[in-house]
């Protein structure tokens, strides 16, 4: 079973992590800003990972801290529940339609964390939650996973339909770099042999 259970407590925020990559897309996720909820269920329902996250943060100040912790963790728990990186396809892709939006998620899980993204968002808040947080977002997931992470809007005006599409699409490309290769499920998916 590859699982994580993943505890940060910072004087900003208190997260609880529990991971299974290996699941039906079971969820539980209590993170303060109803948003985000939102999005990281969709993230494990259409990866199935099971998760259970619940956060406790100074969402009085703004959702920031919140949401960059989050990712921290998040990336973090994937990192330990992957261990060497042996056996995985290492590579994931999803062109995600969401209505009249169009997005490309794509991602290396290289040891090497960046995240690019090129997404038009035109509205500055979706419900509580500030959109310029879905780049934050994503730069600490890649960092803490070691992974480079790219999010390209192909279509699409509307700015809940383009984050929905990049945290769907996100979830099924993780799911594909994660998946055990069945031609070569003991080796290390790098010439370098190894991936940390």
């Not at 998760?51 to 943060?57: F, I, K, P, S, V």
Request: aromatic content about 6%.
């Amino acid at each position: 079973m590859r699982t994580a259970n993943i505890t940060r407590n910072t004087s900003e925020t208190k997260i609880t992590c529990k991971l299974n990559i290996d699941g039906t897309g079971k969820q539980q996720i209590k993170t303060k800003i109803g948003f985000l909820d939102h999005m990281l269920e969709l993230f494990a329902r259409h990866g199935r990972f099971d998760l259970e996250l619940n956060a406790d943060g100074d969402v009085w100040v703004d959702g920031h801290h919140t949401a960059e912790d989050i990712a921290i963790v998040l990336g973090r728990a994937f990192s330990e529940a992957l261990g060497d990186r042996r056996g995985i396809i290492r590579y994931g892709s999803m062109i995600l339609p969401m209505d009249e939006t169009l997005v490309v998620a794509a991602l290396d899980i290289s040891g090497r964390g960046i995240a690019c993204l090129n997404l038009a968002i035109s509205a500055q808040r979706i419900g509580d939650f500030d959109t310029e947080l879905v780049e934050e977002f994503f730069v600490a997931f890649a960092r803490e996973l070691g992974a480079a992470i790219h999010l390209q809007q192909l279509a699409g005006k509307n700015s809940h339909h383009i984050v929905e599409a990049c945290f769907k699409g996100f979830g099924r490309a993780l799911a594909d770099a994660v998946a055990i290769n069945q031609l070569a499920p003991d080796e290390i998916p790098s010439t370098k042999g190894t991936i940390l």
